[in-house]
């Protein structure tokens, strides 16, 4: 069991690592926390345990920031909750979603009949919730470049080792 552990925490990234490659403030991962949109794995000492988050949970934060850019957290939260309750996985990570104004929009795409459908898009948040849930069509950027964020503050960072981080990231940038 001790061995497991020890390997959960060697693959993950410490809140520290975690600040500097999802680009938020200690604050910010604290609130993430509390509010249940990111909840990372304690190790050890319970006064003190280690804090450590996936590679999964980076980007998750990675794209919760690039949503705020445009989108109150209440929006954030209220895109979840719609996920949640139509049955779909809440993460944001892996969703295309486009924000036009106060409206959100995410791009589900099924590429398995490509010839004769192009990828759905449902409204997931508005206004006063209007014609959430509703089909609409629109096109907007990749997971990759919230991948290719987090490889370049890797990059940057003096606090992270490069070489380490190059192990425990899942994906290669583009």
């Known amino acids: 069991m001790g061995k497991q552990t020890t390997m959960n925490q060697m693959s993950g990234f410490t809140r520290q690592e975690t600040i500097h490659l999802a680009g938020c403030t200690s604050s910010r991962l604290a609130y993430l926390e509390k509010v249940g949109l990111v909840i990372p794995e304690r190790f050890g000492n319970n006064g003190r345990p280690t804090v450590v988050f996936s590679w999964e949970q980076l980007l998750e934060i990675r794209a919760i920031k690039h949503l705020r850019k445009d989108v109150s957290l209440q929006t954030v ?6 996920l949640d309750e139509s049955g779909y996985d809440n993460s944001l990570r892996d969703k295309q979603l486009v924000v036009v104004g106060d409206e959100v929009f995410w791009m589900k795409q099924d590429w398995s009949d ?5 990828p759905t898009t449902v409204k997931v948040a508005g206004k006063k919730n209007k014609e959430v849930g ?41």
Not at 77 to 82: C, D, G, L, N, Y
Not at 136 to 156: H, Q, Y
């Open 134 to 174: 509703q089909y609409v069509l629109l096109v907007i950027p990749p997971l990759i470049d919230i991948v290719n964020d987090i490889w370049e503050a890797a990059k940057k960072s003096r606090v992270i080792d490069f070489k380490s981080f190059k192990q425990r990231a899942k994906v290669l940038p583009a």
């Open 77 to 82: 939260r209220k895109i979840i909750k719609f």
């Open 114 to 118: 490509f010839s004769d459908r192009i």
